[in-house]
């Protein structure tokens, strides 16, 4: 159901609303369009609104926000707490929501995201008492506080970060979730202090203003370094802008029924069938897709929550026969229950958009000319299937592989230091403790990518795999010293500069140049060879 303004206008979804007639892709943007089309499927979608695009087409022509922006928001959001059976800003069983970018074409991590919008002083014990989880209020909050602070008044994450790494240690914990309320509490306490000294004002108690900043922070993100350079490197429009797309909380932090997850229906490295899943237990989706945490390869989920596997692996097939192409799935489980937060068409390496399209023609999901049309350019004759030659020395060690192929070059400890040898013509390794989004042109300028933390299904892994860079995450045997400019891998120590070799097959890495084998995929490439002399 779409609310038309001047310059506003608002598509409502989930909770039993039809999405006919179902507004364009260009004015929901692809997050918004395939949420509605997810709740007519009916799949579990937590219900909300998409503020269109012409929203952020009409900010940054007139560079403010239309002043009814902020009656408009409270007329949806009383009609968002009808149907989710909650109130904003209430301080007895508060409505919470995430505040969500929504471009047209998929930027990956490009733009920004803020949840647990709606949680201030007043409501975060009525949370304590609504969910008798006081440990999950405080987590939320803490959170709040933190990425409202980074996004929205550009106080350095890092400030937040040291302060939840002061009290994990001072509270004993080893994971994050051995993590206590008291500790958690102590957190949001800090985090208001440092919010308020960076600010220059304490942090907003109405959630109301919370929601309106939140959404120009989205907006303003259109504009941003990464977004720009990414959009500039995949030739998508400036002019295209970015819907935002309100939604109201599930929460995977809420204790060990819960846990948030990143799942394909196949391998966007490999191409191979069958899901892909990184899974986190009592967590939020920014632990996965930020890049920082290292998640459980899917087999947890498997194992302490079987009956949500099995309905995400339904979900998935049913999302792929739907849209007839390889699917990238966000969702949170709480406390049991599975709820599917995102659908897109998944990024994926050479090797596996040739594979992908040669195995859904042979299953009948789409014909020869459908594939051809995805394989236009990509050089296929390019595509190899290259790894290191056995008999090759001794690995370091080996790390989790995010994208495949053998890559060579010396080690670049940052951005800026790839970006700057690769101008110069050399081979590069991008070597990082994690690897943020905002390293998107470091990671268009190097061969290879190898973290000390992170997840196969980062929207930073993402990126890469799309750009066809070996990357290999979650190198425990892997520490950095930035200030000395060097780092160790398996105890050995390497200078900046100094060359490795990373394996993206078995996510093994190397010292110096190795000995490589490459193959093209003679199979699937002479099939493709079969349906163009057809047409």
Same mark, same amino acid.
């Given at each position: 159901?779409?609310?038309?303004?001047?310059?506003?206008?608002?598509?409502?979804?989930?909770?039993?609303?039809?999405?006919?007639?179902?507004?364009?892709?260009?004015?929901?943007g692809?997050?918004?369009?395939h949420?509605?089309?997810?709740?007519?499927?009916?799949l579990?979608?937590?219900?909300?609104?998409?503020?269109?695009?012409?929203?952020?087409?009409?900010?940054?022509?007139?560079?403010?926000?239309?002043?009814?922006?902020?009656?408009?928001?409270?007329?949806?959001?009383?009609?968002?707490?009808?149907?989710s059976?909650?109130?904003?800003?209430?301080?007895?069983?508060?409505?919470?929501?995430?505040?969500?970018?929504?471009?047209?074409?998929?930027?990956?991590?490009?733009?920004?995201?803020?949840l647990?919008?709606?949680?201030?002083?007043?409501?975060?014990?009525?949370?304590?008492?609504?969910?008798?989880?006081?440990?999950?209020?405080?987590?939320?909050?803490?959170?709040?506080?933190?990425?409202?602070?980074?996004?929205?008044?550009?106080?350095?994450?890092?400030?937040?970060?040291?302060v939840?790494?002061?009290?994990?240690?001072?509270?004993?914990?080893v994971l994050?979730?051995?993590?206590?309320?008291?500790?958690?509490?102590?957190?949001?306490?800090?985090?208001?202090?440092?919010?308020?000294?960076?600010?220059?004002?304490?942090?907003?108690?109405?959630?109301?203003?919370?929601l309106?900043?939140?959404?120009e922070?989205?907006?303003?993100?259109?504009?941003?370094?990464?977004?720009?350079?990414?959009?500039?490197?995949?030739?998508?429009?400036?002019?295209?802008?970015?819907?935002?797309?309100?939604?109201?909380?599930?929460?995977?932090?809420?204790?060990?029924?819960?846990?948030?997850?990143?799942?394909?229906?196949?391998?966007?490295?490999?191409?191979?069938?069958?899901m892909?899943?990184?899974?986190?237990?009592?967590?939020? +989706?920014?632990d996965?897709?930020?890049?920082?945490? =290292?998640?459980? &390869?899917? !087999? #947890?989920?498997?194992?302490?929550?079987? $009956? @949500?596997?099995?309905?995400?692996?339904?979900?998935?097939?049913?999302?792929?026969?739907?849209?007839?192409?390889?699917?990238?799935?966000?969702?949170?489980?709480?406390?049991?229950?599975?709820?599917?937060?995102?659908?897109?068409?998944?990024?994926?390496?050479?090797?596996?958009?040739?594979?992908?399209?040669?195995?859904?023609?042979?299953?009948?999901?789409?014909?020869?000319?459908q594939?051809?049309?995805?394989?236009?350019?990509?050089?296929?004759?390019a595509?190899?299937?290259r790894?290191?030659?056995?008999?090759?020395?001794?690995?370091?060690?080996?790390?989790?592989?995010?994208?495949? +192929?053998?890559?060579?070059?010396?080690?670049?400890? =940052?951005?800026? &230091?790839? !970006? #700057?040898?690769?101008?110069?013509?050399? $081979? @590069?390794?991008?070597?990082?403790?994690?690897?943020?989004?905002?390293?998107?042109?470091?990671?268009?300028?190097?061969?290879?990518?190898?973290?000390?933390?992170?997840s196969?299904?980062?929207?930073?892994?993402?990126?890469?795999?799309?750009l066809?860079?070996?990357?290999?995450?979650?190198?425990?045997?892997?520490?950095?010293?930035?200030?000395?400019?060097?780092c160790?891998?398996?105890g050995?120590?390497?200078?900046?500069?100094?060359?490795?070799?990373?394996?993206?097959?078995?996510?093994?890495?190397?010292?110096?140049?190795?000995?490589?084998?490459?193959?093209?995929?003679?199979?699937?490439?002479?099939?493709?060879?079969?349906?163009?002399?057809?047409?």
């Amino acid at each position: 159901m779409a609310e038309n303004g001047e310059e506003i206008s608002i598509f409502q979804f989930g909770a039993g609303l039809s999405s006919a007639p179902l507004p364009r892709k260009e004015d929901l943007g692809a997050k918004g369009y395939h949420l509605a089309l997810m709740c007519d499927l009916g799949l579990p979608v937590p219900p909300g609104f998409i503020i269109e695009t012409d929203l952020c087409r009409s900010f940054f022509e007139r560079k403010a926000l239309p002043p009814e922006l902020p009656s408009r928001l409270a007329v949806a959001m009383a009609d968002l707490g009808k149907r989710s059976g909650r109130t904003f800003s209430a301080d007895d069983h508060p409505l919470l929501v995430s505040v969500r970018s929504g471009s047209v074409s998929s930027m990956p991590g490009m733009l920004e995201t803020i949840l647990n919008i709606g949680l201030c002083d007043r409501n975060v014990e009525g949370l304590v008492a609504d969910s008798g989880n006081p440990r999950f209020a405080w987590d939320s909050y803490r959170r709040l506080i933190s990425s409202f602070g980074s996004t929205v008044r550009r106080i350095p994450r890092a400030r937040f970060e040291e302060v939840f790494a002061d009290e994990k240690k001072r509270s004993g914990a080893v994971l994050n979730r051995e993590i206590d309320a008291e500790t958690y509490q102590r957190m949001a306490e800090r985090s208001l202090v440092i919010y308020e000294a960076g600010a220059g004002h304490p942090f907003p108690q109405d959630p109301y203003r919370q929601l309106a900043e939140a959404v120009e922070a989205v907006l303003r993100s259109w504009t941003g370094s990464r977004a720009v350079e990414y959009r500039k490197h995949h030739n998508i429009s400036e002019t295209d802008g970015t819907a935002v797309t309100v939604q109201a909380m599930v929460f995977g932090n809420f204790g060990y029924a819960s846990g948030t997850g990143v799942a394909f229906t196949r391998n966007p490295a490999t191409g191979d069938r069958g899901m892909y899943a990184d899974f986190l237990l009592n967590a939020q +989706g920014e632990d996965i897709v930020s890049g920082g945490v =290292d998640p459980d &390869r899917g !087999e #947890e989920l498997e194992r302490t929550l079987p $009956a @949500v596997h099995r309905l995400l692996l339904e979900y998935g097939r049913m999302l792929e026969n739907h849209f007839t192409d390889m699917q990238d799935m966000e969702f949170t489980v709480q406390e049991g229950k599975l709820y599917l937060l995102q659908t897109r068409s998944g990024k994926r390496t050479a090797l596996a958009a040739l594979r992908i399209a040669v195995d859904m023609v042979r299953e009948g999901l789409i014909g020869p000319q459908q594939a051809l049309a995805r394989l236009e350019g990509i050089d296929l004759a390019a595509i190899r299937d290259r790894r290191v030659a056995a008999g090759a020395r001794p690995a370091l060690c080996r790390a989790v592989p995010a994208s495949i +192929g053998v890559a060579t070059g010396e080690i670049a400890l =940052d951005a800026a &230091r790839a !970006e #700057e040898r690769a101008a110069a013509g050399a $081979a @590069v390794i991008l070597v990082r403790g994690e690897m943020a989004t905002e390293d998107v042109a470091g990671i268009e300028s190097a061969r290879g990518i190898l973290t000390a933390a992170g997840s196969r299904t980062s929207h930073a892994a993402v990126v890469a795999r799309q750009l066809d860079r070996v990357c290999l995450v979650a190198c425990e045997a892997l520490r950095i010293d930035m200030e000395a400019r060097r780092c160790a891998i398996a105890g050995r120590q390497f200078r900046e500069g100094e060359v490795i070799t990373l394996d993206g097959r078995s996510g093994e890495v190397y010292a110096g140049a190795v000995e490589t084998l490459d193959e093209p995929p003679r199979e699937y490439l002479a099939e493709v060879a079969r349906w163009r002399a057809a047409r």
